[in-house]
């Protein structure tokens, strides 16, 4: 279930079933994003354009953002060439717009950042939900 959180001028959407925990989007700043806080998200802490930074270094797009002034606005494409990178003891990171195919034929588009599963504990296959530092997963 996403969760939203505004400021009158930006929404901060974080779908808690995609974050696999990087810490990215708390690591700086921390007077919006404090996971020790209810809500952990206070979109008063800073300016929108420093919010808006901070969302988009999150590298399973669990955070998202849209401006208000035209919100559920189609998701931003990347017009780069795909990348794929494997992080250490954690998931497969693939840069750029990409469309997922699940077994049943559903497809899914992803765009800019998208964290696979490598170490087979995630129960949001094939997407990585951080069970990897659980489970001491390494590779």
């Known amino acids: 279930m996403e969760k939203k959180y505004s400021n009158g001028d930006i929404t ?9 925990h990087s810490t990215l989007c708390w690591r700086g700043l921390t007077n919006v ?3 020790k806080k209810r809500p952990w ?6 300016d929108s354009e420093a919010i808006i930074a901070q969302v988009e270094k999150c590298p399973s797009g669990a955070l ?11 998701p931003e ?10 992080s ?3 998931p497969l990171m693939v840069y750029g717009n990409i469309k997922v195919k699940d077994a049943e034929g559903n497809e899914t588009v992803k765009y800019k950042v998208t964290a696979f599963c490598r ?6 296959k094939p997407y990585c939900d951080g069970t990897h530092g659980k489970i001491g997963f390494t590779g």
């Open 88 to 90: 250490p003891n954690g």
């Open 64 to 74: 998202s953002f849209y401006k208000n002034s035209a919100p559920e606005a189609l």
């Open 119 to 124: 170490c087979g504990g995630s129960q949001n």
């Open 77 to 86: 494409t990347v017009d780069v060439e795909t990348i794929v990178e494997v």
């Open 41 to 46: 998200i206070d979109m008063e802490g800073t």
């Open 12 to 20: 901060v959407v974080w779908k808690p079933d995609s974050c696999i």
């Open 33 to 35: 994003f404090n996971p």
